[in-house]
Structure formats: C-alpha cells, structure tokens
C-alpha cells in the first residue's frame, strides 16, 4: 500500500511512491490505521530530518510520536515550510541559524516561519508574488507547472526529481517558498539539492 506521506514544493500531501531524499515532520498526523486525515499539521516546529541516523530503522506511522514525510530533497522541504532538524542535523541547522542573519531561538524561527507559510486562520498554506529576477536560486515558483529556480534558469519539478533547464522567466511570479525561507536562501544557506539537478547547475 502506498502511504499518503510525500509532500510537494506547495506543501500538499500526497501518496506518490517514492520516497525522496529526507523526512521530516509536522506532528501526529495519522490515525491507527496508517490514514492521514484532512490536517496539515499539529505542532509548529516543522523539521527536515535525514533518512538515516545511528543505523536506526523505523516502520512509517506507527505509534503516536509522529507521522514520517517525506521530500524529494531538502529545497522541497524549505518550499513546505520545513527548517533543518536541530538534532540529526546539527551542522545544517547550525548554517540555517546563521544564514537567518539573528540568533533565534528554535522555537522563535518556527513561530516566524509559521507566520510567513500559513494562512491565518485556516489550514492552508500561502504563497505571494515577487519579480522572478530577484529570487534567489533554490526558490520554488509555480507558472504554467512548478519550477525550481537557478541562477540563470530554472528546472521543472517531478516527484521523481527534475526535469531539463528552461530558461528563468520574467516578471511577476506565484512563489511557494515562503518570505521568510526565501530570507535565509539569500543569506546563504544552500539546501541540498536531488542528484537529478545537474552539478553544473547547482554545484
């Protein structure tokens, strides 16, 4: 059976069979039966986890500690809303820190990047609008389908990983990263990006 565990750039859910690169986590979002509900979320402190850590092994969505997500890499996971994990991620979380231009507290970075993903008031998530020219690479925007940006272009995303260059557009774009994700990429924080992105493109 496939789970409905995969998140997308946009932060939606869903039961794509494969797996992607890291996990992460937004709380208990499963019932007993392995069902994931209407919620897109419990808690604040949406993390990126790495798949492997201390040789441990665990089977998705049992118990009631959290429900395991998934993301094709770790710049899809900064477009859902999802900062480094503090604890099996330490160095990245660390660069995320200082890529923040602040020294936040855990707990404040989560309340600010709520803030800046979620819509108020409802569960959903929100995108905003800027010049494609000023976004930085790594960013996530949505046109006639999702692109991931470069420096000079942009790739087109699939659950299984990314498509051939196209060129950047221009003008005024959908953008699902959100401000203040976009904020730390500028600062320099560089996500680790799928083995399907070209190394020429993102070193």
Known sequence: MTLRNRVQPDGAITDDPMR??????????????????????????????????????????????????????????????????A???RQAYIAFKAAWGTDLKAPQMDAALHQSRAVHGARALRTHEADARSLPPAAFIKTDQTYILTQDGMLPYAASGYGAPVRRTTGTVNVLTSPAMINVLRGGYAPEIHTSAQSRVFP
């Open 20 to 85: 992607g690169t890291f996990t992460g986590n937004r709380g208990i979002l499963h019932t007993a039966d392995k069902h994931m509900g209407a919620a897109l979320w419990r808690h604040r402190a949406w993390i990126c986890c790495t798949l492997s850590w201390q040789n441990r092994r665990r089977d998705v969505m049992t118990g009631r500690n959290w429900t395991e997500l998934f993301f094709l890499d770790e710049a899809v996971a900064m477009a859902a809303g999802h900062r480094p994990c």
């Open 87 to 89: 604890y099996c991620r």
